[in-house]
Protein backbone atom coordinates (compact mmCIF):
# COMPACT_ATOMS: atom_id res chain seq x y z
CA UNK A 1 0.00 0.00 0.00
CA UNK A 2 1.29 3.11 -1.00
CA UNK A 3 0.93 6.17 1.29
CA UNK A 4 2.79 10.10 -0.36
CA UNK A 5 3.26 12.05 1.99
CA UNK A 6 4.27 15.29 0.44
CA UNK A 7 4.64 17.16 -2.43
CA UNK A 8 8.02 16.05 -3.62
CA UNK A 9 6.87 12.34 -3.76
CA UNK A 10 3.87 12.78 -6.24
CA UNK A 11 5.84 14.50 -8.42
CA UNK A 12 8.43 12.30 -8.65
CA UNK A 13 6.02 9.65 -9.37
CA UNK A 14 4.39 11.66 -12.05
CA UNK A 15 7.45 11.99 -13.90
CA UNK A 16 9.29 8.39 -13.45
CA UNK A 17 5.19 7.45 -14.71
CA UNK A 18 5.59 10.03 -17.12
CA UNK A 19 1.10 10.66 -15.90
CA UNK A 20 -0.71 14.01 -14.59
CA UNK A 21 -1.21 14.35 -10.87
CA UNK A 22 -4.56 13.10 -10.91
CA UNK A 23 -4.11 9.92 -13.40
CA UNK A 24 -1.28 9.52 -10.56
CA UNK A 25 -3.98 9.73 -7.49
CA UNK A 26 -6.44 7.49 -9.09
CA UNK A 27 -3.70 4.63 -9.04
CA UNK A 28 -2.73 5.47 -5.83
CA UNK A 29 -6.74 5.79 -3.87
CA UNK A 30 -7.49 2.12 -6.49
CA UNK A 31 -4.18 0.27 -4.87
CA UNK A 32 -5.19 2.47 -1.29
CA UNK A 33 -8.82 1.18 -1.63
CA UNK A 34 -8.87 -1.99 -3.86
CA UNK A 35 -11.49 -0.70 -6.22
CA UNK A 36 -11.11 0.07 -9.48
CA UNK A 37 -9.99 3.61 -11.27
CA UNK A 38 -13.44 3.34 -12.79
CA UNK A 39 -15.13 3.20 -9.41
CA UNK A 40 -13.48 6.09 -8.16
CA UNK A 41 -13.69 8.68 -10.73
CA UNK A 42 -17.51 7.40 -10.50
CA UNK A 43 -18.19 8.73 -6.96
CA UNK A 44 -16.05 11.88 -7.85
CA UNK A 45 -18.81 12.35 -10.34
CA UNK A 46 -21.44 11.92 -7.47
CA UNK A 47 -19.55 14.37 -5.59
CA UNK A 48 -18.88 16.50 -8.04
CA UNK A 49 -22.88 16.35 -9.20
CA UNK A 50 -23.64 17.11 -5.63
CA UNK A 51 -22.01 20.32 -5.89
CA UNK A 52 -23.66 21.58 -8.76
CA UNK A 53 -27.08 20.90 -7.32
CA UNK A 54 -25.34 22.98 -4.42
CA UNK A 55 -24.62 25.77 -6.85
CA UNK A 56 -28.43 25.58 -8.41
CA UNK A 57 -30.09 25.36 -5.42
CA UNK A 58 -28.47 28.62 -3.94
CA UNK A 59 -28.74 29.91 -6.82
CA UNK A 60 -32.45 29.92 -6.80
CA UNK A 61 -32.55 30.86 -3.08
CA UNK A 62 -32.56 34.70 -0.96
CA UNK A 63 -33.79 32.30 2.26
CA UNK A 64 -31.97 33.73 5.06
CA UNK A 65 -30.14 31.12 7.41
CA UNK A 66 -31.63 30.28 10.48
CA UNK A 67 -29.71 32.88 12.47
CA UNK A 68 -30.78 35.74 10.24
CA UNK A 69 -27.01 36.73 9.55
CA UNK A 70 -26.74 35.76 5.42
CA UNK A 71 -28.71 34.10 2.52
CA UNK A 72 -29.68 36.90 0.24
CA UNK A 73 -25.97 37.92 -0.66
CA UNK A 74 -25.64 35.76 -4.49
CA UNK A 75 -29.07 36.70 -4.97
CA UNK A 76 -27.74 40.37 -4.63
CA UNK A 77 -24.75 39.64 -6.48
CA UNK A 78 -26.99 38.28 -9.59
CA UNK A 79 -29.56 41.56 -9.31
CA UNK A 80 -26.38 43.71 -9.67
CA UNK A 81 -24.93 41.89 -12.63
CA UNK A 82 -28.49 41.93 -14.51
CA UNK A 83 -28.87 45.34 -13.93
CA UNK A 84 -25.59 47.16 -14.09
CA UNK A 85 -22.33 47.13 -15.47
CA UNK A 86 -19.70 44.64 -13.52
CA UNK A 87 -15.85 45.13 -13.01
CA UNK A 88 -15.32 41.49 -13.64
CA UNK A 89 -16.12 39.43 -16.56
CA UNK A 90 -18.78 36.86 -17.08
CA UNK A 91 -16.62 33.86 -15.95
CA UNK A 92 -15.76 35.93 -12.72
CA UNK A 93 -19.03 36.80 -11.97
CA UNK A 94 -20.01 32.95 -11.87
CA UNK A 95 -17.64 32.26 -9.94
CA UNK A 96 -18.61 34.73 -7.35
CA UNK A 97 -22.08 34.28 -7.28
CA UNK A 98 -21.43 30.18 -7.70
CA UNK A 99 -19.33 30.16 -4.27
CA UNK A 100 -21.78 32.83 -2.72
CA UNK A 101 -24.61 30.28 -3.68
CA UNK A 102 -23.06 27.07 -2.32
CA UNK A 103 -21.97 28.54 0.65
CA UNK A 104 -25.11 30.41 1.29
CA UNK A 105 -26.55 26.73 1.22
CA UNK A 106 -24.86 25.31 3.58
CA UNK A 107 -26.09 27.98 5.86
CA UNK A 108 -29.67 27.18 5.16
CA UNK A 109 -28.53 23.75 6.04
CA UNK A 110 -28.77 22.62 3.09
CA UNK A 111 -27.12 19.84 1.07
CA UNK A 112 -23.29 20.47 -0.02
CA UNK A 113 -20.44 19.16 -0.56
CA UNK A 114 -17.72 19.93 2.29
CA UNK A 115 -14.37 20.58 -0.06
CA UNK A 116 -12.71 20.25 2.22
CA UNK A 117 -14.66 21.52 4.96
CA UNK A 118 -18.18 22.77 5.27
CA UNK A 119 -16.97 26.34 6.17
CA UNK A 120 -14.71 26.72 2.69
CA UNK A 121 -17.42 24.36 0.74
CA UNK A 122 -18.06 27.46 -1.96
CA UNK A 123 -14.45 28.22 -3.11
CA UNK A 124 -13.56 24.44 -4.90
CA UNK A 125 -17.04 23.98 -6.70
CA UNK A 126 -17.22 27.50 -7.76
CA UNK A 127 -13.64 27.92 -9.46
CA UNK A 128 -14.18 24.17 -11.50
CA UNK A 129 -17.92 24.42 -12.34
CA UNK A 130 -17.69 28.21 -13.83
CA UNK A 131 -14.17 27.39 -15.43
CA UNK A 132 -15.18 24.16 -16.64
CA UNK A 133 -18.52 26.28 -18.35
CA UNK A 134 -16.21 29.06 -19.76
CA UNK A 135 -13.80 26.30 -21.38
CA UNK A 136 -17.07 24.21 -22.36
CA UNK A 137 -15.53 21.04 -20.88
CA UNK A 138 -16.60 17.41 -20.81
CA UNK A 139 -17.52 15.62 -17.42
CA UNK A 140 -13.99 13.52 -17.40
CA UNK A 141 -12.42 16.75 -17.50
CA UNK A 142 -14.41 18.17 -14.28
CA UNK A 143 -13.61 14.62 -13.09
CA UNK A 144 -9.91 15.30 -13.51
CA UNK A 145 -9.79 18.80 -12.23
CA UNK A 146 -11.77 17.71 -8.83
CA UNK A 147 -8.95 14.41 -8.06
CA UNK A 148 -6.70 17.48 -8.39
CA UNK A 149 -7.66 19.61 -6.21
CA UNK A 150 -8.18 16.79 -3.73
CA UNK A 151 -4.63 15.55 -4.45
CA UNK A 152 -3.99 18.80 -3.04
CA UNK A 153 -6.19 18.91 0.25
CA UNK A 154 -4.98 15.09 1.02
CA UNK A 155 -0.99 15.51 1.01
CA UNK A 156 -1.38 19.13 3.23
CA UNK A 157 -3.78 17.05 5.58
CA UNK A 158 -0.68 14.56 5.85
CA UNK A 159 0.89 17.44 7.98
CA UNK A 160 -1.99 19.66 8.84
CA UNK A 161 -5.49 19.20 9.93
CA UNK A 162 -7.83 21.07 7.64
CA UNK A 163 -10.10 22.66 11.01
CA UNK A 164 -10.31 26.26 11.74
CA UNK A 165 -10.16 24.86 14.86
CA UNK A 166 -6.29 23.55 14.87
CA UNK A 167 -4.81 25.98 12.39
CA UNK A 168 -7.24 28.89 11.82
CA UNK A 169 -8.78 29.89 8.42
CA UNK A 170 -5.26 28.91 6.75
CA UNK A 171 -6.31 25.17 7.11
CA UNK A 172 -9.83 25.33 5.53
CA UNK A 173 -10.49 28.21 2.66
CA UNK A 174 -7.17 28.32 2.43
CA UNK A 175 -6.35 25.18 1.44
CA UNK A 176 -9.51 25.57 -0.03
CA UNK A 177 -8.44 28.22 -2.69
CA UNK A 178 -5.65 26.09 -3.03
CA UNK A 179 -6.97 22.86 -4.47
CA UNK A 180 -9.56 25.25 -6.30
CA UNK A 181 -5.83 26.52 -8.05
CA UNK A 182 -5.02 23.45 -8.99
CA UNK A 183 -8.00 22.61 -10.46
CA UNK A 184 -7.68 25.41 -12.59
CA UNK A 185 -4.48 24.81 -13.80
CA UNK A 186 -5.46 21.34 -14.38
CA UNK A 187 -8.80 22.24 -16.49
CA UNK A 188 -6.39 24.51 -18.67
CA UNK A 189 -3.90 21.24 -19.34
CA UNK A 190 -1.25 23.00 -17.06
CA UNK A 191 1.91 20.98 -16.29
CA UNK A 192 2.20 19.48 -12.95
CA UNK A 193 4.66 21.37 -12.02
CA UNK A 194 2.39 24.43 -12.92
CA UNK A 195 -0.44 22.91 -10.63
CA UNK A 196 1.60 22.26 -7.70
CA UNK A 197 2.88 26.24 -8.06
CA UNK A 198 -0.43 27.29 -8.02
CA UNK A 199 -0.87 25.89 -5.04
CA UNK A 200 1.84 26.85 -3.47
CA UNK A 201 1.35 30.22 -4.30
CA UNK A 202 -2.11 30.40 -3.54
CA UNK A 203 -1.13 28.86 0.71
CA UNK A 204 1.68 30.68 0.93
CA UNK A 205 -0.35 33.86 0.89
CA UNK A 206 -2.60 32.96 2.47
CA UNK A 207 -0.81 32.22 5.87
CA UNK A 208 -1.74 33.33 9.19
CA UNK A 209 -5.86 33.28 7.91
CA UNK A 210 -7.69 32.93 11.93
CA UNK A 211 -10.90 31.55 12.12
CA UNK A 212 -12.88 34.10 14.17
CA UNK A 213 -16.64 33.12 13.32
CA UNK A 214 -19.36 35.31 14.82
CA UNK A 215 -21.50 33.44 17.38
CA UNK A 216 -19.71 30.98 16.95
CA UNK A 217 -21.84 30.01 13.01
CA UNK A 218 -20.29 29.08 9.57
CA UNK A 219 -21.66 32.69 8.61
CA UNK A 220 -19.56 35.82 9.42
CA UNK A 221 -16.85 36.04 7.92
CA UNK A 222 -17.06 32.69 5.97
CA UNK A 223 -19.68 33.19 3.80
CA UNK A 224 -17.63 36.37 1.82
CA UNK A 225 -14.99 34.81 2.49
CA UNK A 226 -15.79 32.06 -0.11
CA UNK A 227 -16.15 34.60 -2.71
CA UNK A 228 -13.17 36.06 -1.67
CA UNK A 229 -10.42 32.99 -2.26
CA UNK A 230 -12.35 31.85 -5.14
CA UNK A 231 -11.17 34.55 -6.55
CA UNK A 232 -7.29 34.46 -4.94
CA UNK A 233 -7.37 30.81 -6.66
CA UNK A 234 -7.61 32.30 -10.07
CA UNK A 235 -4.49 34.55 -9.48
CA UNK A 236 -2.22 31.48 -7.86
CA UNK A 237 -3.41 29.80 -11.47
CA UNK A 238 -2.79 32.62 -13.53
CA UNK A 239 0.48 33.21 -12.03
CA UNK A 240 1.49 29.83 -12.58
CA UNK A 241 0.04 29.84 -15.93
CA UNK A 242 2.66 32.21 -16.54
CA UNK A 243 5.20 30.12 -15.62
CA UNK A 244 6.03 32.09 -12.49
CA UNK A 245 7.27 29.80 -9.41
CA UNK A 246 6.85 29.65 -5.88
CA UNK A 247 10.48 30.32 -4.91
CA UNK A 248 9.68 28.45 -1.16
CA UNK A 249 8.60 24.62 -1.83
CA UNK A 250 5.34 23.43 -1.13
CA UNK A 251 6.19 21.12 1.29
CA UNK A 252 7.89 23.89 3.15
CA UNK A 253 4.95 25.87 2.66
CA UNK A 254 2.93 23.29 4.59
CA UNK A 255 5.01 22.45 7.05
CA UNK A 256 5.61 26.65 7.23
CA UNK A 257 1.48 26.45 7.72
CA UNK A 258 1.70 23.94 10.42
CA UNK A 259 4.15 26.05 12.49
CA UNK A 260 1.99 29.39 12.26
CA UNK A 261 -1.03 27.23 13.00
CA UNK A 262 0.29 25.90 16.24
CA UNK A 263 1.11 29.53 17.26
CA UNK A 264 -1.52 30.81 16.81
CA UNK A 265 -3.62 31.79 19.93
CA UNK A 266 -6.92 28.87 20.82
CA UNK A 267 -8.75 32.37 20.85
CA UNK A 268 -8.13 32.81 17.19
CA UNK A 269 -8.81 29.20 16.08
CA UNK A 270 -12.88 28.82 15.87
CA UNK A 271 -13.40 29.67 19.25
CA UNK A 272 -14.89 33.07 18.73
CA UNK A 273 -12.97 34.56 21.50
CA UNK A 274 -11.06 37.01 19.60
CA UNK A 275 -10.85 38.78 16.42
CA UNK A 276 -14.51 39.75 14.17
CA UNK A 277 -16.57 37.73 16.91
CA UNK A 278 -15.49 40.09 19.92
CA UNK A 279 -16.21 42.98 17.78
CA UNK A 280 -18.43 45.57 19.40
CA UNK A 281 -21.11 44.74 16.47
CA UNK A 282 -19.86 40.98 16.71
CA UNK A 283 -20.63 40.76 20.39
CA UNK A 284 -24.02 42.55 20.04
CA UNK A 285 -24.74 40.40 17.29
CA UNK A 286 -24.02 37.00 19.45
CA UNK A 287 -26.16 38.77 22.52
CA UNK A 288 -28.96 39.29 20.08
CA UNK A 289 -28.94 35.73 18.90
CA UNK A 290 -28.87 34.08 22.47
CA UNK A 291 -31.84 36.17 23.26
CA UNK A 292 -33.78 34.82 19.85
CA UNK A 293 -33.14 31.20 20.65
CA UNK A 294 -33.86 31.59 24.67
CA UNK A 295 -37.33 33.28 23.90
Request: charged share 20%; aromatic share 4%.
Amino acid sequence: MTNLMNFSDILEMSKDKNKKLYEICELLEAENTEISVEEIRNKTGVILEAMKSAIKSGLESDEKSTSGMCGDDCARLISMYKNSKSLFSVLHQKILTYSLATIEQNARMGKIAACPTAGSCGIVPSVIIAVSEELKTNKDREIDALITAGLIGKIVSNKLALAGAVAGCQSECGVAAAMAAAAIVELYDGTNIQIINAAALTLKNIMGLVCDPVAGLVEIPCVKRNAFLSIYAVVGAELALAGIESVIPIDEIVDAMKQVGEMMSPKLKESSEAGLATTPTGLKITEELIQKWNN
